[in-house]
């Protein structure tokens, strides 16, 4: 239906010519003020009581435009009659131009301000600036723009500029100029500018002469592009000293040269270089480097008056760092997750995900999220800034040792106690733990057995279980604590009680997973590893490492190469925390036993020093390390006089007695061995593994050999005293010995021993081996030591052969394992024909054959004397091996054993004399063997040189109290 159109009544009319009819009242709607409204009010006619309102466009009540106007009248509050339209006011068409004119400049104001603001346009203007700044000759600042534009839309010509920038910076005549280009070179890509290294180095030498200053600023930021060039060092070197000859008192370039003197291993130049300054090193690295030397020297005051500064001004910095390597990891690992959870991943990620097991997924998950956060910055910025931090941690340990060192020198119970306490501080800063918390009293019980304060460690460790109500989370913290202080039975002892009562199935499993750290042998270790969660990535990968062990020790190198190979490659995906590096540092290690290829022992090596890296206050990893760098010492002691293959990565010091025939030549061998940098480290982590866990035996048993390898008096005394300070528990090691001498080890011993001489056969056989004369006859005796040890458990062998093998290789090369280990072949074969002749000593020899070797067992016959005696001394193979002891007595004067000395008492009483004496006058052998029968107590050999040696210096009582005490023990020697 049409609408009738509207009229105006006349008098309205003719009122207001002007006035358009409306059908209907306007559009009005507003929404918080915003929209269609009415506003103002002009032309107001008393008459008809109306007036003019104009309909806007409102923006928060504010009108923008004037659309129309209407005369109204009003109809109620906010309510009006519409009458009619009227024409919009001048005003009202004025505003309108006036905010048309203003759409129209703020549009053209955004549209530029689009424009300037766009990259592109930025970036040339940027690009203009950078180009002002190197025209003003101001190369640096040039370059700095330049860099901030390689990613942007002007790439291109910025590249091209900023090789320009640093070309200009480093051929500036201003030494500080070129420095800063070099450092600016140092993070960019290689192919920026290659030769930038040269040129530096180049400008360096033009201004060696005139600025010795301005080029060691130049070489030292050279050093952040090749930081190993040799060449580069030794010219740094240079220049350093051309200006201490004439600063000598420049106490910055003095550490600056003790500093390149340690990186090239010329630590005597260094400590000569500082000693003269060491009143004014303040916390410098000088301060480091001279007061960890003269803690060697035992020179314990002045080393603390250096260590403590440097220490206490460096804590807050590493508390900083470790709070910004865990922060960072959280915050980057969170994002990652977050975007592989929204997609953001690869599509062919999700694709293999749910094709995968469950186990496959977590390794998948772990692998995307490490390998995203080692490839970010921020990561590698915290991670290298906790590294250098962490370089703190062992010189805080060497203070520590230092403060307890001069507290038990000192008389004065008060000052010693001060001492001990400051110790004790020095120890507690290492870990960031806030005060009475459970935490933090778990740490303070370990600092007390590093302290020699176990009882009351252990005391605190008590208390610690029982207000816990021996829950769970502090059965399995303080288990923990225990291993890391050595006290791995009553760790293990804990751990089972953790399983046994743990909450809920995945307690359960991280309960079994750390038992298996504190395996017994390598079955347990697998037995707890199966009791673990069969999906986990760790323990798959830790099962690998334990069955390729196992298939070593089988004598199977293929399938454990297989299995190793598996555990490495698990390791590399995971994200390299400490403990991830020292496992696969580990899985390298027994790869190299089953390979053989030195690239295997150097990459396990570096993967053990990066893990201390990380976390240089952990105790096993310390161990852990110690262990193969002895081993790496014996590799670069022997050099190529023995191809590596022979020595393996846990042979001990034994191969060295290959390249030696009496004192002087040993001397030497022993002075290389302690002068490789691998020794020296090894020692210095043995030091610190001592501290860190005072009840580890093992750790006792390393340093006493190695001690007495060295005939190092000072330090095997030192090693007394921490032995008898700490008290480690031998009970375990104790009924080990035991349990083999019942002869329930026997079928585990001889399998092991029986896949050692199927090994060194195949070594033999080995063409590299075989062209190598002296190799051949060190893997040659070896092969007949350990199949002279196969008898002991049962075994039977040829002993001629044995002895027609020992006396060729001692022909070739007249060496002390030669000579030794024909001694022992001779020996071997004269029980073997008076057991066959003489019912009593079959008797005898079957009853010790556990306990003591032949040689041992002939030392204790010809001590007593009697018929047996006189019989033994009638045998040619007895005679043989008399006389090759004779030998080695003439060879070997600053050495002898209380053995010696018993199987010539009767039989050569002069000699025997000789070797009284040089016990006698030879306090560390009398040391050694005290610290070998402490260590094991029930080991025959250990507890008869003590027991000769007491009865040389005339300690008759105290000698027959060690041999009952071993009778009562259950060492089954014969009766005294």
Not at 616 to 637: C, E, H, K, W
Not at 641 to 662: T, V
Not at 698 to 707: F, I, P
Not at 807 to 824: C, D, F, I, K, V
Request: aromatic share 8%.
């Amino acid at each position: 239906m049409n609408e009738e159109p509207a009229t105006i009544p006349d008098k309205l009319r003719e009122r207001f010519p002007h006035l358009q009819p409306v059908n209907k009242p306007p559009s009005l709607m507003t929404v918080n003020g915003i929209g269609l409204t009415l506003y103002g009010k002009r032309d107001f006619d008393r008459e008809t009581e109306t007036y003019v309102k104009t309909r806007c466009i409102a923006f928060l009540y504010i009108p923008l435009f004037f659309i129309d106007a209407f005369r109204v009248a009003d109809a109620g509050t906010q309510r009006w009659f519409f009458l009619g339209k009227e024409s919009l006011s001048n005003f009202a068409r004025s505003w309108n131009i006036a905010m048309a004119c203003l759409l129209v400049i703020g549009g053209m104001a955004i549209g530029w301000g689009a424009h300037t603001s766009s990259p592109s346009y930025r970036a040339r203007a940027e690009l203009r600036r950078a180009a002002e700044a190197l025209q003003a000759g101001e190369p640096i600042r040039a370059a700095g723009i330049y860099e901030n534009l390689l990613s942007g839309p002007e790439a291109a010509a910025a590249g091209e500029g900023l090789k320009q920038a640093l070309t200009a910076g480093l051929a500036s005549e201003k030494s500080e100029t070129v420095a800063a280009a070099l450092r600016l070179v140092a993070h960019l890509p290689a192919d920026i500018l290659p030769d930038a290294f040269d040129r530096g180095v180049e400008r360096a030498q033009s201004l060696r002469a005139a600025n010795a200053e301005g080029a060691l600023e130049i070489l030292a930021a050279a050093a952040l592009l090749q930081p190993t060039n040799a060449s580069l060092t030794a010219l740094r070197i240079d220049v350093l000293k051309e200006v201490l000859a004439s600063q000598p008192d420049n106490m910055n370039r003095i550490v600056e040269l003790a500093l390149l003197y340690e990186s090239t291993r010329q630590l005597d130049e260094a400590y000569a270089l500082l000693r003269p300054h060491q009143s004014r090193l303040g916390d410098t690295e000088g301060a480091r480097i001279l007061g960890q030397h003269l803690l060697q020297e035992g020179r314990h005051d002045d080393a603390y008056g250096l260590l403590f500064p440097y220490v206490q001004s460096r804590l807050g910095r590493m508390r900083a760092a470790e709070a910004a390597y865990t922060n960072a990891v959280a915050t980057i690992s969170r994002g990652v997750l977050n975007d592989l959870r929204d997609g953001r991943a690869e599509p062919g990620f999700y694709t293999r995900y749910q094709a995968a097991s469950e186990a496959e997924q977590e390794r998948m998950v772990d692998e995307y999220i490490w390998r995203r956060t080692e490839a970010d910055p921020r990561f590698q910025n915290v991670l290298n800034q906790l590294k250098v931090a962490n370089q703190i941690v062992p010189v805080a340990l060497d203070l520590g040792i230092v403060q307890l060192n001069r507290a038990q020198t000192l008389q004065d119970p008060a000052a010693r106690n001060a001492e001990l306490q400051a110790a004790e501080k020095t120890f507690l800063a290492i870990r960031n733990f806030a005060g009475d918390t459970d935490e933090y009293r778990l740490f303070l019980g370990q600092v007390y057995y590093w302290l020699g304060r176990a009882d009351e460690g252990r005391k605190l460790f008590d208390e610690l279980l029982a207000s816990s109500n021996r829950g769970f989370p502090m059965l399995m913290a303080l288990a923990g604590t225990l291993r890391m202080v050595g006290e791995s039975a009553e760790a293990r002892v804990l751990m089972e009680e953790a399983y046994a009562n743990a909450p809920g199935e995945r307690e359960k499993y991280g309960a079994a997973a750390f038992r298996a750290l504190l395996s017994t042998d390598n079955d347990d270790e697998i037995a707890w590893l199966e009791k673990s969660d069969p999906q986990s990535l760790t323990v798959q990968i830790s099962l690998n490492a334990a069955r390729g062990k196992r298939a070593l020790a089988q004598g199977d190198k293929r399938a454990a190469a297989e299995y190793l190979r598996k555990t490495i490659a698990g390791y590399e995906s995971q994200p390299r925390t400490a403990a991830a590096l020292n496992n696969c540092g580990l899985a390298y290690f027994n790869l190299y036993e089953a390979t053989g290829n030195p690239d295997d022992h150097r990459r396990g090596m570096t993967l053990l020093e990066q893990a201390i890296e990380l976390d240089p206050g952990d105790s096993i990893l310390l161990q852990n390390t110690m262990f193969f760098l002895i081993s790496r010492a014996v590799m670069d002691t022997v050099e190529d006089r023995i191809l590596p293959e022979a020595i393996g990565s846990s042979a001990g010091l034994s191969p060295l007695s290959q390249l030696y025939n009496g004192d002087e030549e040993r001397s030497r061998v022993f002075q290389k061995l302690r002068d490789s940098e691998a020794m020296k480290k090894a020692l210095a982590y043995l030091d610190k593994a001592l501290l860190l866990s005072p009840k580890n035996l093992a750790l006792y048993t390393t340093a006493a050999s190695l001690h007495a390898s060295f005939r190092d008096l000072n330090e095997l005394q030192k090693l007394r005293q921490k032995f008898q300070l700490a008290a480690p528990d031998i009970s375990q090691s104790r009924e080990e010995v035991l349990k083999a001498f019942s002869g329930a080890k026997d079928e585990e011993y001889l399998e092991r021993l029986q896949v050692e001489v199927r090994n060194l056969e195949e070594l033999a056989r080995n063409p590299r081996v075989q062209e190598h004369p002296l190799t051949h006859d060190l893997v040659t005796l070896l092969l007949v030591g350990e199949r002279l040890n196969t008898t002991v458990y049962g075994a039977v062998i040829d002993a001629d052969e044995q002895i027609r093998l020992a006396l060729a290789a001692y022909e070739r090369h007249p060496t002390s394992m030669a000579r030794g280990t024909l001694q022992n072949a001779c020996y071997f074969k004269a029980a073997e024909e008076l057991a066959s002749q003489h019912p009593e000593f079959a008797a005898l020899r079957e009853r010790t054959r556990r306990v003591l070797g032949p040689e041992t067992l002939f030392a204790l016959m010809l001590d007593r004397g009697g018929p047996m005696a006189e019989i033994a001394l009638r045998n040619a193979n007895v005679q043989k091996g008399l006389a090759l002891e004779k030998e080695i007595i003439q060879r070997h004067t600053a050495w002898s054993s209380s053995l010696q000395w018993a199987l010539l008492r009767n039989t050569d009483a002069a000699l025997a004399a000789t070797v009284a004496e040089r016990i006698r006058q030879n306090e560390a052998i009398r040391v050694s063997d005290e610290l070998q029968y402490w260590l094991n107590p029930v080991n025959a050999r250990s507890v008869l040189d003590l027991y000769w040696t007491k009865r040389i210096l005339g300690d008759d009582a105290g000698a027959q109290e060690i041999y009952r005490t071993a009778l009562r023990d259950g060492v089954p020697l014969p009766p005294l």
